[in-house]
């Protein structure tokens, strides 16, 4: 546990919790606005109150307009608990302690924005103290280390992102003795982005394909894509390398083959043991990315170990929690759990991206990330808020309904109703998909349980009228070779498959096609037509004897051809 516990405190009725965590030093512009909440005089000398030591409790949080007190819940173990806001008064609050028995919270316990001992505070000499693996000697990862130098604005942007969700991840990695390493993959992954999507469907921080994603229990929703959560995908994240790191008993082989597929890697090593060479990561045949894949990682290891060697200044990013967990049970929008926490809709979305939609549906207990020194904001807000939580339901798409006739009957435009459904353009939507409209004035339920967690939407190419069928895929097939066949995209192809970005010999797939013409809507050529395109093949036909014009020859050639 790092920090220090300067005071607790709940007030009214409401529960309070202020967990000050700045992410960058005050040299450094955070990446999301804090504001330092002032501190109370100190109450009279008491004897004070006991703390248990126990794992923080969760307890639902209504979300109701007068909404009664709940607990907030911390993912991991809690650091600092730092300005107080009144005295310890509700025994519900849990809060780890690691004070010696009968110690006294320090009078001079520092403040947020002093100086303080940062080879304590800052997160860096921490991670760097948990560095484990063996360092990878190789042209690569110096090449890559003098290209990451010069590039001293990408590295701060990356920094910046990484500070809100960097102490979380190096606590999980030190709660399963991983080497902390691992903390800087993000990096190289997607640059600290958990809205990175990449064009093999790869997604969030850690960047799971679907397939992957579902192996490791992460959800993908019409609500929520559990690969983009901060703590979810951390967590499959840590659980895949355990696994990769048993088989190979090597990191570098682990992190190919996160990279590669640890078939690949098992083949590839296969291939070398066969023929009698070594099969270490740099004596393996690899694609380009995967060669360069663990000295991209070694290059960021360089630099965090002693960035002034390479010209850097790494942000200062505080040993302390960045943010808390509340647990919601009612519907909830977006905006305007940004406008409770007093944050821009983009700084939640930075700690909360995981969200499909606008809404966050309290059926599905979700857990929603604030800043930790908003959360106490948040609350207060939520217990003075009199207006509906959530502007949204949801809806049932009838068999002959269309995404504009919906918009109009709802009083939205389409283009906002497919933006909040993330519907692509020139696309209708399927006979009993689940659509999120605008809530009308007099319904007050949130969205139903049942929906929350069966409810879909399918998509279709807009166009002719559509006919369902089945294509049962053959040896050798693959996803794309099947959609260049029916002459869709690979995406129109996973979609209408439940995400399926791999097929086997014997799997059946959904296909939608263009219904043919019935012979009553074709065309049929005018009799008189006919009849004079007749008259002109009889004219042209040549006399016994005679030979063939040119025209006529050439005709026959272009026939045959056909």
């Known amino acids: 546990m790092h920090g220090v516990v300067r005071a607790l405190g709940i007030a009214g009725l409401a529960l309070v919790v202020t967990t000050i965590c700045a992410s960058v030093h005050a040299q450094t512009p955070a990446p999301i606005e804090s504001r330092e909440l002032p501190a109370k005089p ?44 009144g005295p310890l008064s509700n025994p519900q609050l849990v809060v780890p302690d690691t004070r010696p028995p009968g110690a006294q919270v320090p009078t001079d316990a520092p403040k947020l924005g002093t100086e303080l001992d940062l080879a304590r505070e800052d997160l860096w000499a921490r991670i760097r103290s948990g560095f484990a693996m063996p360092d990878l000697e190789s042209p690569l990862a110096d090449d890559k280390t003098q290209w990451y130098a010069r590039q001293p604005e990408y590295m701060q942007r990356m920094t910046e992102r990484a500070s809100r969700y960097l102490y979380f991840i190096v606590e999980e990695i030190e709660r399963r003795n991983m080497p902390m390493e691992l903390a800087l993959l993000p990096f190289i992954e997607s640059a600290f982005n958990p809205q990175a999507l990449s064009t093999a469907k790869a997604s969030g921080m850690w960047q799971f394909i679907p397939s992957t994603g579902k192996q490791y229990n992460l959800k993908q929703t019409m609500w929520k894509d559990e690969r983009r959560s901060v703590i979810d995908s951390t967590r499959a994240a840590l ?45 393996l045949n690899m694609p380009a990315e995967t060669r360069w894949y663990v000295p991209k990682l070694q290059a960021i290891k360089n630099i965090v170990k002693d960035p002034e060697r390479y010209g850097l200044k790494l942000p200062v990013i505080r040993n302390e929690p960045y943010f808390v967990t509340i647990t919601k049970d009612r519907d909830i929008d977006v905006v305007t759990a940004a406008k409770l926490a007093e944050i821009s809709v983009d700084q939640f979305r930075a700690l909360n991206p995981s969200f499909n939609r606008p809404v966050i549906v309290g059926a599905l207990r979700p857990e929603i990330l604030l800043p930790a020194d908003k959360v106490d904001t948040f609350l207060k807000n939520l217990e003075n808020y009199d207006r509906p939580l959530s502007s949204w339901m949801a809806y049932k798409v009838g068999a002959t309904e269309r995404p504009a006739a919906i918009a109009a009957r709802f009083g939205i435009s389409e283009t906002d109703l497919r933006s909040a459904n993330n519907i692509p353009a020139r696309s209708v939507i399927r006979p009993g998909s689940t659509l999120l409209v605008p809530r009308p004035t007099h319904v007050n339920e949130d969205i139903p349980e049942t929906i929350a967690e069966s409810g879909d939407l399918i998509v279709a190419p807009d166009g002719p009228a559509l006919r369902r069928g089945v294509h049962v895929v053959r040896k050798g097939e693959s996803l794309a070779s099947i959609a260049k066949r029916y002459r869709v995209s690979t995406a129109q192809l996973t979609q209408w498959n439940g995400g399926r970005t791999s097929v086997a010999a014997g799997q059946r797939l959904t296909i939608y096609r263009a219904a043919a013409p019935t012979k009553a809507t074709r065309t049929a050529k005018p009799a008189s037509s006919a009849r004079s395109h007749a008259r002109k093949a009889s004219a042209q036909k040549p006399q016994r004897g005679a030979r063939p014009s040119s025209t006529a020859a050439n005709s026959k050639h272009h026939s045959g051809k056909r």
């Open 239 to 283: 659980d895949y390398f355990e696994r990769l790191y048993g088989m190979f008993g090597d990191w570098h082989l682990a992190l190919a083959s996160y990279n590669w597929g640890e078939g690949s890697v098992s083949r590839a090593i296969a291939r070398n043991q066969r023929a009698g060479k070594p099969t270490d990561y740099q004596s």
């Open 42 to 85: 100190a109450a009279p000398a008491q004897p004070a109150p006991a703390i248990p030591s126990a794992p923080p409790s969760r307890i639902p949080m209504s979300a109701m307009p007068a909404p009664q007190a709940g607990t907030v819940s911390v993912p991991v173990p809690v650091g600092p608990i730092v300005d107080a806001v």
